[in-house]
């Protein structure tokens, strides 16, 4: 039996101030995905949400609610990332952080993402939800964000 070994891509981030339903969302794109040869290798997109509950202006965590959602982002994250999933983006809108990732294994990223929530207790409500996406359409409507960048990024 052959080995093909794939090269993930070194991520590569773009930040983004948007707005959505008027109100402030900023977006993080690990924009080397754009660019990824083997897309087909991790069909399964993944989002995360976590509910933020100390709010500033317009639905926007505080700054000890930010530090908070990252810590829980980073412990989701490291539960899943490598060489089974691959960090597409994180949006902050509405008292909502989102995670989206791809996934090469749907079984075992459940698996971990199960094994966290079933950690208890947690001070913050938090979800998910994974679904088949062969083609990429969710990260292509992540993806649509490149035309409306400027300055360094763009």
Do not use: C
């Amino acid at each position: 039996m052959a080995h093909v070994r794939i090269a993930l891509p070194e991520p590569h981030y773009t930040l983004f101030d948007s707005n959505r339903n008027d109100l402030p969302e900023v977006i993080v794109v690990n924009d080397a995905l754009l660019s990824f040869q083997h897309p087909e290798i991790f069909p399964w997109h993944l989002e995360v949400n976590i509910q933020a509950e100390e709010l500033a202006e317009k639905g926007m965590p505080t700054p000890e609610e930010s530090k908070l959602l990252f810590e829980i982002g980073d412990k989701i994250e490291s539960a899943i990332e490598g060489k089974n999933a691959l960090f597409l983006a994180r949006s902050t809108w509405n008292g909502l952080r989102q995670l989206s990732f791809r996934v090469h294994d749907p079984e075992l990223a459940n698996d971990s993402l199960q094994s966290l929530l079933s950690d208890k207790p947690h001070t913050r409500f938090w979800e998910f939800r994974m679904h088949h996406d062969p083609e990429w359409q969710e990260a292509g409507y992540i993806f649509r964000l490149f035309p409306l960048a400027n300055g360094t990024d763009a």
